[in-house]
């Protein structure tokens, strides 16, 4: 049987969708160069232009310009690094986090598990989006806020789906032989019981990506996502919402790449739950 | 009452196949899984199907009903039900006979009857299938069935959901449904396996009983060889795919003619008969893959008397007796395939106590509700016994009676409510890392599901030397490869393994690196949880002799948790009867299982076919 690593990487579904994270993640690096504006620069004489195929386009903005008259592919490329830098540290913080009371929990079991469980309760009745929002107002606006309210909102997704994972591996039979053998707790849960549910936390990031991905739009929506000085996606969305008649290129542009973002991050988590899940991998889907 | 019987009475067979042949699609060539299969079985007859996992044996059940896997298909010959084809009946009329004229017995009850429905709705719905009219008549015949299959209450019992009764008390239902529609056959699949070993003999009986009532012909398909001679009138030996020894029970269970009979029956520790070693038919049943590369006769890569001849061609069947075939070329030669007598049992253990346990007790709390209030179940209570240097002691008792929270509890993976554990007189109760260190040191676990033992992501070098990096020890890869080589050896297994994963390795190989894990420390004490069920006959004859040799070779006691009490004599010096916690009874085997005194233990002792004395008059006879 070939490694899950090398079965995924057959996979259509994740190569697609590696693709296309490959190249919003290249625009989102190299955003300075490839952008043909400075993304904040005004042009008051040429605003709400159509895109440059369209009739009244104009060549040296090719998907047009926005109320202010700034270029819509500089701020689409400069909206990706903002989307790109809180999808993979809100990820990141909220699978730490989340993961490693999961683990705790799992593992050791007992009223220590109980406490984390009711936690996780207690913090899942709230509605994400309004715990999110409230978090935003308290801390203020800014990328490292952003981060911070979508990693305190969403640990929780990762304790609860790992949790149960790490249950069934500790009642495997050689969690216990390894303790047996005279492992450290410490020791059997690096060897033995990560190793087994790492297949399970990477699917999470990669859906949990998508959904930080929404979330920032959400919040730059509304207007409590990143300063305004910084281009983001939700906040083009805003801006375009008021000009939809006289220009609804400039609404559609942002949410496509909303779209493929989400889809490129959902595709590989589905990809990958598919491809490294034995379970799944073995029925033949 | 069915027009089947018009039909029947002109047919001689209920069920008869001839040449039946079923294929299966492996990594895109045809691969035959049932050979050439011939058999006929008279109305009111029980012919018995015997084989290892792996043998086809199911394949047959599974064909009478057309409900072959994918990729498995008949590719040829006849399997015929009162005189008509079952293979070119239209798929309506075939629906028409199932469950009517033809019923089965399956065997995991407790996943064959629907959770959300009653035992009452389940069995109306059958009756009305049958075109039973009136509710209340289906109801009465219901509770007539159920009383028959002696079950108590039965009016009760219709109320109740599967999950309520046992798993004996679903397989009487099971048995009641399949027998009220008075069929012509009856498929009766491995229909104790799933079961506790003391509620085989009444189940086997209740079959039987049924059979007899109903002059019902049955196809009893099994694994145990002892128990088919018990039950049946003919049996059919399976290997591979093919029959490869037909005839009456007896005479097929006394004077076996095939050698993989006479190896199934000497690999097979006896009850009653005195201690020999068992035969050991090396490596295991070829795989589906492995078979397309065997010519001539598939047993004979691991047959004892194969000579040139048996790789030119496949044997033909030859008749020894006007009933009795076999397919083999050298049958005559069966007969010599012997082993020594013996004393399997080690006598020269030194008397020097090892492990103490005394009033070794565990409560559960259980129920614990929004009340508070807490119910205390005993799993373990008051236990006390001890093994001494290089003995082999045998733990005894029906599923649930405390014998796997015994292990848990010696092994350290549960902490005692009471009682100590002295370990050459130190104390492991006490919760100090000098305690732990100890116990690891010189006390480790064989599991009982293989699978479940060995991490899927470690190779098998990793596996068996993983305790080179327990704690602060960090072994090199070169110490760790060298240990690895000798253990392999030990265990009779090549280098070669030392690279592969738990994945691709057999059922019976994963147990031998599971016991080459505990083995790596050199322990003093093993405690093995049902190590050897679920395995074939063979392969549980391979780790019963190894078990055995690495004892004489290694010196380390064992506690031997087991319910097959054949096994334990064969293995043990002493046994400890276990029964809803407590130890009932406990003694030197041959005294206990001699002149049992609890009631229990005769139960225990009364659930195994009487086949030892069958075995023992074959052997002598030589």
């Not at chain 2, 690196?513 to 003093?524: E, G, M, Q, S, Y």
């Not at chain 2, 293995?571 to 009874?585: A, D, H, T």
């Not at chain 2, 085997?589 to 195994?608: E, K, N, Y």
Request: aromatic share 6%; charged share 20%.
């Amino acid at each position: 049987m070939p490694h899950p690593i090398y079965r995924s990487l057959r996979s259509a579904r994740v190569l697609v969708a590696l693709g296309l994270i490959l190249c919003i993640g290249f625009c989102a690096a190299f955003a300075s160069s490839i952008a043909p504006h400075d993304p904040s620069e005004q042009n008051l004489v040429s605003t709400l232009l159509p895109p440059a195929w369209a009739i009244g386009g104009d060549e040296t903005f090719p998907l047009g310009t926005d109320s202010l008259g700034r270029c819509v592919l500089s701020r689409l490329i400069y909206g990706a690094r903002t989307a790109m830098t809180v999808a993979v540290f809100a990820s990141l913080g909220a699978m730490v986090i989340g993961s490693i009371l999961a683990y705790v929990s799992g593992y050791f079991g007992g009223a220590i598990d109980w406490i984390i469980g009711r936690a996780v309760d207690v913090w899942m009745s709230f509605p994400p989006v309004i715990l999110s929002l409230i978090l935003m107002v308290g801390l203020g606006i800014g990328l490292d806020k952003v981060i911070l309210a979508i990693v305190l909102v969403d640990w929780t997704r990762f304790c609860r789906v790992l949790r149960s994972e790490v249950l069934i591996v500790t009642g495997r039979d050689y969690v216990a032989a390894a303790r047996l053998l005279g492992f450290t707790h410490w020791q059997t849960l690096v060897r033995e019981v990560v190793p087994a549910t790492l297949p399970l936390l990477i699917t999470l990031i990669s859906l949990e990506m998508a959904i930080a991905v929404v979330v920032e739009a959400i919040l730059s929506f509304v207007g409590l996502g990143v300063k305004p000085d910084q281009p983001a996606w939700g906040q083009m969305i805003a801006d375009a919402r008021q000009y939809v008649y006289q220009s609804p290129w400039n609404l559609l542009f942002p949410v496509l790449a909303i779209f493929l973002t989400v889809t490129a991050f959902n595709l590989l988590g589905d990809g990958l739950r598919r491809t490294l899940d034995v379970r799944l991998a073995e029925s033949g889907r | 009452m069915f027009d089947s019987q018009k039909v029947g009475a002109k047919a001689v067979f209920v069920l008869q196949a001839r040449n039946l042949t079923v294929s299966a699609r492996v990594d895109d060539a045809i691969v035959p899984v049932i050979r050439a299969l011939s058999f006929e079985l008279p109305r009111g007859k029980i012919l018995g199907l015997v084989g290892e996992s792996g043998a086809g044996k199911s394949m047959v059940g599974r064909s009478i009903a057309q409900l072959l896997p994918s990729g498995f298909h008949i590719l040829g010959g006849e399997l015929a039900f009162e005189g008509q084809s079952l293979v070119h009946m239209a798929a309506a009329r075939r629906r028409a006979l199932l469950g009517r004229a033809i019923a089965f017995i399956p065997q995991a009850p407790l996943t064959a009857l629907n959770p959300v429905m009653t035992i009452g709705r389940q069995f109306d719905e059958h009756l009305a299938r049958l075109d039973q009219r009136g509710r209340a008549h289906r109801r009465e015949r219901a509770i007539a069935m159920l009383a028959a299959a002696k079950l108590p209450n039965a009016s009760e019992l219709l109320d109740r959901y599967p999950h309520q009764l046992s798993g004996g008390m679903c397989q009487r239902v099971l048995i009641a449904m399949a027998f009220v529609s008075n069929p012509k056959l009856v498929i009766a699949d491995e229909p104790t396996t799933a079961l506790d070993v003391t509620m085989h003999p009444p189940i086997i009986h209740l079959i039987a009983d049924m059979q007899r009532q109903h002059g019902t012909a049955v196809i009893f398909i099994t694994h145990d060889l002892r128990l088919a001679a018990q039950l049946c009138d003919e049996v059919v030996v399976m290997y591979a795919g093919r029959a490869v020894e037909r005839g009456p029970a007896r005479s097929v269970f006394s004077t076996p003619a095939h050698p993989y009979t006479r190896c199934l029956q000497l690999a097979n520790p006896s009850m009653s008969a005195e201690r020999r070693t068992l035969y050991v038919v090396p490596d295991q049943m070829p795989s589906l893959r492995q078979l397309r590369g065997i010519s001539g006769c598939h047993f004979a890569p691991r047959c004892p008397l194969v000579a040139e001849d048996c790789c030119q061609a496949e044997p033909p069947n030859v008749a020894i007796t006007a009933d009795h075939v076999v397919a083999c070329i050298r049958a005559e030669d069966t007969r010599s395939i012997t082993t020594e007598l013996g004393s399997t049992v080690a006598t020269t253990f030194s008397k020097r106590t090892l492990l103490q346990v005394e009033r070794l007790g565990k409560r559960y709390a259980i129920g614990r509700g929004l009340l508070g209030r807490t119910y205390e179940i005993a799993a373990v209570k008051d236990v006390s016994f001890s093994i001494a240097e290089n003995e082999f002691v045998a733990l005894v008792g029906e599923s649930g009676s405390g014998k796997s929270t015994l292990a848990k509890l010696l092994i350290g993976l549960e902490k005692p409510s009471t009682g100590q554990i002295m370990l050459n007189g130190q104390d492991l109760t006490e919760p100090s890392t000098r305690a732990r260190r100890l116990r690891t040191e010189t006390m480790q676990m064989i599991f009982q599901d293989s699978q479940s033992a060995l991490n899927p992501r470690r190779r098998v070098a990793s596996i068996i030397t993983q305790v080179m990096e327990a704690g602060n020890r960090r072994a090199s890869w070169d110490e760790r490869t060298a240990r690895t080589n000798v253990l392999l050896a030990e265990v009779g297994l090549s280098a070669d393994f030392a690279m592969r994963l738990p994945a691709q390795l057999s059922g019976g190989q994963r147990q031998r690196i599971n016991i080459a894990r505990a083995l790596c420390n050199i322990p003093k004490i093993l405690i093995a949880d049902e190590i050897v069920s679920g395995l074939d006959v063979s392969i549980q004859a391979q780790l019963l002799n190894l078990l055995m040799r690495l004892r004489a070779e290694l010196g380390f006691a064992m506690l031997f948790i087991s319910h097959d009490l054949s096994v334990v004599r064969h293995l043990c010096s002493r046994v400890l009867v276990m029964y809803r916690g407590e130890i009932v009874e406990q003694g030197p085997i041959d005294t206990v299982f001699g002149a049992p005194q609890h009631p229990h233990t005769r139960a225990l002792l009364s659930s195994i076919p009487p086949g030892g004395a069958l075995g023992s008059l074959a052997i002598g006879g030589e």
